[in-house]
């Protein structure tokens, strides 16, 4: 079975640079979308973007010059950077896969979430 | 960027009940329509995807249809496990976008 793990830092100081890693075990990042998603304490669901095996990127434009994201296939591992963040940025990041046995872009599996808070 | 309304924001609602939960998007995006059903404290779990075709291992008592920019989740007769926060999702065009949510409650 598929599990995907996020991990990194907790507490990130404003201005200063957000970084996590979803890690991939049961299977392969090979052939797959993977995505970031955002959920604010108390709030819905917020979409930063994906990045496909081959390292193609899709980014939401709310965030487009602040996101990075890089994969690497060695490792099972995908990864987010958000740069110069706010007291906004905080809330629980989610990293997901995109099914590819549907035609669209449906996220299938999940990591438990992690969450970052932005504070001095 | 396409805009997603769920109505209501929440329901209350006894085990045995009907529930059905609206979502809208500003403009048409066919079938393009997926939706989550979300615990506390877990991460959202895929439900139902293309509007209306269930997601392996999802009861049946869950269903969708709609097409265009009007879908509905419906819930035939809910089951204690079955409270929760649910959120639909377009997959017609990037950005990406989620509707607010909608809580099923219990009564």
């Known amino acids: 079975q598929v599990q995907l793990q996020e991990s990194g830092p907790g507490l990130v100081k404003p201005s200063e640079t957000l970084s996590l890693t979803c890690t991939v075990s049961g299977g392969y990042i090979i052939s797959y979308y993977w995505t970031w998603i955002r959920q604010p304490p108390g709030k819905g669901l917020e979409w930063i973007g994906n990045?496909?095996?081959?390292?193609?990127?899709n980014y939401n434009p709310s965030l487009n010059s602040r996101v990075t994201m890089s994969i690497d296939t060695s490792k099972n591992q995908f990864s987010l950077k958000l740069s110069s963040v706010t007291a906004a940025d905080t809330a629980v990041y989610f990293c997901?896969?995109?099914?590819?046995?549907?035609?669209?872009?449906?996220?299938?599996?999940w990591g438990q979430g992690t969450m970052v808070a932005v504070s001095p | 960027d396409i805009q997603m309304t769920q109505s209501p924001s929440s329901v209350s609602a006894s085990v045995g009940d009907r529930v059905t939960i609206t979502c809208r998007a500003s403009r048409s995006i066919n079938n393009y329509l997926v939706w989550y059903q979300q615990k506390p404290g877990t991460a959202p779990k895929l439900l139902i995807y293309a509007a209306s075709s269930l997601q392996s291992g999802v009861p049946s008592r869950f269903s969708g249809s709609g097409s265009g920019t009007g879908f509905t989740l419906t819930i035939r007769s809910l089951q204690p496990e079955d409270f929760a926060t649910y959120y639909c999702q377009q997959a017609d065009s990037f950005p990406l976008t989620f509707g607010g949510g909608t809580k099923v409650e219990i009564k």
């Open positions: 990045i496909y095996y081959s390292g193609s990127t």
């Open positions: 997901a896969r995109v099914s590819n046995t549907v035609s669209m872009f449906a996220f299938d599996m």
